[in-house]
C-alpha cells in the first residue's frame, strides 16, 4: 500500500511555465496510492492539456464551472467536500493574489473557498514576481490563514535569469504533501485553551478602552493546535479574523469575560496558551447613557482587572501554561519574572517596538523563556511557524 492510500487529493494546476511538472506530480501522487482530481485554470489549460491528466490520474478533469462532469452534481463543491487536501502547484502569482483576498471566479478559486481541507500551494515564478511585496504580503497573509507553502527553490528560470522562484522537483513536492498528511498528530487528545485578540472595556454604549491586538498569533496556534489532533477552545476578544477550522470558539468582550470563558473548562485542560492582550484596567463604572461633551476636563477612574494567567498559575495542576510578554525594553528581565510571578512553564517574549514584528503584522522575532532558567532565541518567521514551534514545546513537555 502506498503512503497515500485512500486519501483524495484536488490537485489545482494554475497556468505557469513549471504547469508541465504537475504531470509528473500527479503521476507521483497517484502512485503513492492517493485519488487525484485535477482542477486546471483555463491559463493552464495553454501550457498542458486536461487529457494528459484524465489518462494520469483516471479521473475527470475541471476546468470550467459551468462544463458537464458526468459524476458530480455541483462539482466545485463536491470536489471541495471530497479533497482531503487542496495542493496547488504550481501557483502563480495570480492564484496567490486571488486566494489571499477570496476571489472566486473559476472551478480552481471556487472550490478553495468552499473547502474545509488543508490547503498547500507551492509558488512557482519569475524571481522579480515572487519577490514583489505584494506577492510576498500575500504569501504571509496566506501562511497566517493556515496555508502551506512549500518555498521554490532557487536555481536558473525559464525566464533566463537566476534567483528563487522555480518550482520544486515532483518528487519534493509529493515528499512535502505525504509528511503534512501523515505527520503524526503531536496533541492528538489533548484539550488546549487559546486566548486571543484584545479585550475591550466599555465606558458607556458606544465607546470602549482597547487595544491593537488583532488576534493574529492566538488563531494560527489555535488552527495549528487543531491541526496536530488537539480539541481546542479559543477564547477570543473582538477580531476580524475568521473562525480557524475546527475549532471550538467563544467570543468574549471584557476580561472578566474571558477569565469567566477560561475559568469554566480549566478544569479540564491540559494547557493553556494566554495570547491575549488582556486589559489591565477596566473603567469603573460604565455609563448607561453615551457620555456628552462639556467644556471641562473628562476624567474616569480605572479600576484594576484580574490578571488571568496569574489566577490559572495560583490554581495549576497538570496543566501547562504559556503566556506573552510584550515589551518595549528589559525584554529579558521583565519576561522572566513574569514566568515565576505568574508560574508558567513558559512565556513567549516579543519586543513590540519593533516596526516588522508583533502587534497586528504577520511575522514576529520572540525569545522563548522557560521554568528551568533555559531560554530560546528565534529569527522573524511567520506567527504560523511560531505556533508550530510553540505547540512543539508543549507537546514535549506533556510526553
Ligand atoms: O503582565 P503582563 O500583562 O505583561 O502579562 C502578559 C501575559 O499575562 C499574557 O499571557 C496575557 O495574556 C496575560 N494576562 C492576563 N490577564 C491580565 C493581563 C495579562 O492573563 N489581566
Redesign the pocket.
Known sequence: MGSLAGKRIVLGVTGGIAAYKAVEIASRLRKAGAEVHVIMTREATEFVTELTFREITGQPVSVDMWQKVANFNVEHIALANLADVVLIAPATANILAKISVGIADDMLTTTVLATKAPIIMAPAMNTNMYENPVTQKNIGELKARGVQIIEPAAGHLACGIEGKGRLPEPVEIVAAVTAFMTGKQLLSGKKIIV?AGGTIEPLDPVRYLGNRSTGKMGYAIAQEAARQGAEVLLVSGPSNLPNPVGVRMVRIQT?LEMQAAVQAEYTEADAVI???????YRPKTVAREKIKKSDGKLVFELER????????GQQKGQQLL??????TCHLEE?ARK?LVK?NLDF?VANDVSAKDAGFAVDNNRVQLFFRNGDSEKYPLMSKQELAKIILNKIAERMS
Open positions: 486566548t476580561a494566554m495570547s491575549a492582550a488582556v486589559a489591565d482587572n484580574p490578571d488571568i494567567l496569574y489566577g490559572l504559556v503566556g506573552f510578554a510584550a515589551e521583565y513574569k505568574k512565556i
